[in-house]
């Protein structure tokens, strides 16, 4: 304890550019597998800035500011590294009555926790239009049927006819003027400007974060794309949809993932000139060893993975994955990836097995379970926190964290037991 004390005394006569610049290195370092000067932590905020600062929920996703002062809050409370948060806005989802996700004050009470409802929004017999032209059928058909205030988009001549140029501009221009279409487009701006003014106040946010010494994980992303079995299966199939089309209709199936990975690569390429972003967020959820089995997996999911994590790489993106579920059946799969170029971050895997399979592959991002913050004795959350320090943090390579990206309903308390103990016993 005393230790620690003497730490926060040190770390309180550093300037917050310093401090930033010492965190971020740890990060960097950590994540390229290397070893940094003691092993980072990283927060997961989520719903414990609502938890931890007695916000209603629902003000997160429609207060950029309530959001960042909670932010601020509890990162100079516990002075982490870094930090994660879900800055979304459910305002877009609301103008455009979306039918895929419930929000706190939207679908769900207002302190209730964000939820996705997965659909078959994109039919078995959708796949030959999805392949000819998965654009055209997006904008004409997937959108109007998962926003209720894009109904009128199914009545568009079809994008293809937009080369066409002069001789097609009337069909447009006709179309464009209908009530259901006009309709259509007017949601669509007052979306776009509720997700332009939201996102100025996220970059702002960051700024001020970054002023007080806090930068967030991954650094620099240009967004979230998926594992192209998970891109097939999320938003478009559905579980019960991908899991009939494995044995119907493997290779269209097959197909399709080979054309949203491509489609995903030019999007994060072009996101990355945009935002200037150098890192991409990878959530899986369907290749765990509880999902499918080895065979499908080796047909259906990993080749097609490696190959866009691949390709990500080559064009200067660092993948930040994270392996959802339990990946210990599949760990030797991910040593064929470049070795330090991605950064893992794991839930239910054995975290002790994870860095002995793949630290040599990879940065590990997790170990904390978030259930062993809750209501744990402090005296357990040191042990594990040493444990985690001196056996996955061996060598570097490690970023300790919650397993999930979430860390409601966690003691605030405990956390703080936690964090201390991480820089305590996380030095080399």
């Not at 205030?149 to 079809?158: E, I, K, R, T, V």
């Not at 950064?343 to 592959?361: A, L, R």
């Not at 309903?409 to 964090?419: D, H, M, T």
């Amino acid at each position: 304890m005393v230790e620690t004390n003497v730490a926060s005394a040190t770390a309180q006569e550093k300037t917050t550019d310093q401090l930033r610049a010492e965190r971020a290195k740890r990060i960097v370092d950590a994540g390229e597998n290397r070893q940094p000067d003691r092993v980072p932590i990283s927060l997961a905020f989520g719903m414990f800035l609502a938890q931890s600062e007695g916000i209603p929920r629902h003000e997160l996703y429609e207060n950029a500011d309530v959001l960042a002062e909670a932010m601020e809050k509890v990162a100079l409370r516990y002075e982490p590294d870094a930090y994660s948060v879900m800055a979304q806005s459910s305002a877009p989802s609301r103008i455009l009555g979306e039918v895929m996700t419930k929000w706190p004050g939207y679908g769900l009470g207002p302190d209730d926790s964000f939820q996705f409802h997965e659909g078959e929004y994109m039919k078995a017999e959708d796949y030959d239009a999805f392949l000819a032209d998965p654009g055209d059928w997006s904008v004409r058909s997937y959108l109007p049927r998962t926003y209720s205030a894009l109904q009128g988009l199914s009545d568009l001549p079809h994008l293809g006819m937009a080369s066409f140029g002069h001789y097609s501009m009337g069909a447009f221009l006709s179309s464009l003027g209908t009530p259901q279409v006009a309709s259509a487009l007017d949601a669509l701006a007052k979306a776009a400007q509720a997700h332009v003014s939201w996102s100025a106040m996220v970059v702002r946010n960051i700024k001020r974060m970054a002023a007080l010494g806090f930068l967030p994980l991954p650094y620099g992303s240009a967004g979230i794309v998926e594992a192209p079995f998970d891109y097939m299966s999320d938003t478009l199939r559905g579980m019960r949809g991908i899991f009939l089309d494995m044995r119907r209709s493997p290779q269209q199936l097959l197909a399709a993932e080979e054309k949203v990975c491509d489609i995903q690569v030019q999007y994060a390429v072009a996101r990355a000139k945009v935002t200037g972003g150098k890192s991409v967020l990878i959530p899986l959820h369907r290749g765990s060893d509880g999902f499918i089995s080895l065979q499908m997996f080796e047909r259906f999911y990993w080749p097609q993975l490696k190959d866009f994590i691949v390709r990500l790489i080559e064009a200067g993106i660092t993948p930040y994955v994270f392996y959802e579920g339990c990946w210990d059946q599949r760990l030797e799969y991910l040593t064929e990836l470049p070795k330090g170029k991605t950064v893992g971050k794991f839930q239910q895997s054995n975290i002790f097995k994870v860095k002995e399979v793949v630290g040599d592959t990879m940065g590990i991002i997790g170990g904390m379970p978030v259930s062993m913050l809750l209501s744990s004795a402090p005296s357990q959350v040191r042990e594990l926190t040493h444990k985690l320090c001196q056996e996955v943090g061996k060598g570097g390579g490690f970023i300790m964290s919650t397993d999930i990206s979430e860390m409601e309903g966690c003691s605030p308390e405990l956390v703080k037991v936690w964090v201390d103990a991480t820089k305590e016993f996380g030095k080399y």
